[in-house]
């Protein structure tokens, strides 16, 4: 398949082809929902055995790669013990030289933080979350790493310099890499309960990535990220750690000129590489 093949713009037309193939009902009125940059489109439907679902409909040049093995192989890998929705079917299929994967998910126990990736007030939730969150993020860590499957890689972290000039020369070598979520902002957690959410991502990242993310999304609510500071210190404040701060903002920086959540978030970054680059 040419991957010079245009997406489609809008995957109304896949969502409701999904709803079909997977033997569901949807809502006469239902209510979709599209991802970051249009590749995804999500919505609420009553699976085939009568039980509220949540579909998921993702658009790729190809039936393959990380993010569209992700889900599987997060159920097949990860602890069932990691606070997450349960994967309850999918389906793929090609059209027009692109192609569609439908992921029917369980619904969500819990309420979503944020609709968007950072926050614009502190996250109400109680300590016991916190320790959830810290409990989760600490079993993810210790997956054992996917071959082949990485958030970041060590490619990319030796360009940062071209977001972060000042890092031009330092030694960027990541010395402790471990299994992360990958994409742990602020709209990929719940609570009451917590849980987890879109695992297409995970693999292998710095050690504190994930905690990195959340620091780095929540800047903009002081309250929430010096909780975000102290709940996950041990692993923020390790070389290895700093480095996953870098790489975030550096991903932030690079991401700015794309989109409006990052282009607002994008002081916040460089204020966080000024304090992590401060001398100590």
Partial sequence: MNSSIPLPNDLT????????????????????RSGLGGRTLSGPVVAANGVEAWLRVMAAPRPEGKLWEGAALAERYLSATIPRPD????????????????HLWALLRGKELSETPDLSAPADVTDQWWSALHGAVDEVGRTPMPVGREVITQAFIHRI???????????????????AHGDLHWANVTKEPLELIDWEGWGGAPAGYDAAVLLAYSLPAPATASKVRDVFGSLLRTETGRLAQ???????????????????LRPYAEGLVTELLAPQ
């Fill in 13 to 32: 037309d896949q969502w409701h082809q999904a709803v079909t193939f997977l033997g569901a009902s949807a809502p006469s009125e239902v209510a979709l």
């Fill in 87 to 102: 994967l309850l079917a999918d389906h793929s299929w090609s059209s027009d030289g692109a192609a569609f994967q439908a």
């Fill in 161 to 179: 310099p071209r977001f972060i000039p000042a890092l031009e020369g330092v030694d960027l070598t990541v010395k402790d890499w471990r299994t």
């Fill in 246 to 264: 870098l790489v975030i903002c550096a991903e932030i920086i690079q991401a700015s000129e794309r989109d409006d959540i990052h282009a607002r």
